[in-house]
């Protein structure tokens, strides 16, 4: 594993971002000493917690603790199965695949004290996940077809919100304050109540199979297929529309800019863009050194890449 130094050294130079047209542009490439961490087999969730990345080995059923600022592997925790991931107020937490396949996962939910690496609860679950967000003293669950609300500090489910079979099921997840809104497969925005499970609003997208990244009091940010896409979050108007490949995984918005991680049939590599929030416009790019990239976290102004083929690619984020 490489030492402090080296790492320093590697991160500092690892991408120069190339702007110009908003055009995907194959000849962007980073630089041959790119930061990268060979860690095993097949890498999954990423997430940033306590000033470390926290990743899912798949492989070793392990969720590893990164130092930051070394890129060693400082804590290795034994799970079940794939994970989703998030993190915050010291704690990681961790929904498990539990055995089986698919892209469902059926828990029990983990609670890691992020000072002492130890499973502190084990919270089971009535409904399949697909992903897991943080907010305050809440902890959501969504997956296809049902919202859980677990309440942090009793440890324990405390509202189940079903997304309606007219609706397909949930592809997306973001809150707006206290309320989940989720975009569906057939293409719909649907806010609930975070209280009743009630539907406060839903909207028309006219988009196929939209993944919602994140929601705002105006804009809701969705990917489709190789899209990136901006609507309006009342009307469902398109605001923007940008084409980058093939696949978008991860669009995350930090440092003035959005990011989305995916795939340029044409390149030797998979790649990271940077957009405009407000226009869409591509602001740059970097070619990554590997193929099948899964996720990607903010990590104390790095973000750090996951890859199927177990490798992780450390972007600095420009200033």
């Known amino acids: 594993m490489k030492s402090a130094a080296a790492l320093a050294v590697l991160i500092a130079a690892a991408a120069v971002l190339s702007h110009g047209t908003d055009r995907a542009r194959p000849g962007y490439r980073l630089p041959q000493r790119a930061a990268t961490l060979d860690l095993g087999e097949v890498l999954g969730a990423v997430s940033s917690g306590e000033g470390d990345a926290w990743i899912d080995d798949r492989w070793s059923e392990r969720l590893l603790r990164m130092d930051r600022a070394t ?22 937490w961790a929904l ?17 004290d992020a000072t002492t690496e130890r499973v502190t609860a084990r919270i089971p679950l009535p409904a399949l996940g697909f992903g897991v967000v943080l907010a305050g003293e809440d902890v959501w669950v969504w997956g296809p077809d049902a919202l859980i609300r677990v309440d942090t500090r009793l440890e324990r489910v405390a509202k189940v919100i079903a997304v309606p079979d007219r609706y397909g099921e949930a592809t997306g997840f973001a809150l707006l304050g206290p309320e989940p809104v989720v975009s569906t497969a057939d293409g719909h925005l649907v806010r609930f109540d975070p209280l009743t499970g009630g539907e406060l609003a839903t909207v028309r997208l006219h988009l196929s199979e939209p993944v919602l990244q994140q ?23 398109r605001l923007w529309a940008r084409r980058l490949g093939y696949r978008i995984g991860t669009v995350l918005e930090t440092g003035g800019a959005l990011w989305a991680q995916g795939a340029y049939i044409r390149d030797p590599g998979d790649r990271v863009w940077q957009l405009d929030p407000r226009t869409g416009a591509v602001l740059g790019s970097a070619l990554l050194p590997a193929f099948g990239t899964m996720a990607m976290a903010d990590v104390d102004g790095t973000l750090w890449i996951t890859t199927g083929s177990g490798r992780v690619v450390v972007l600095p984020l420009p200033d």
């Open 71 to 92: 890129g060693r592997v400082v804590a290795r925790i034994p799970v079940d199965g794939r994970l989703a991931l998030d993190a915050g107020a010291g704690d990681v």
């Open 96 to 112: 498990q695949s539990g055995g089986g396949y698919g892209r469902a996962l059926r828990g029990p939910l983990l609670r890691i």
């Open 215 to 237: 929601v705002g009091a105006e804009r809701a940010l969705l990917s489709v297929g190789g899209s990136v896409v901006a609507v309006d979050r009342s009307t469902g108007r």
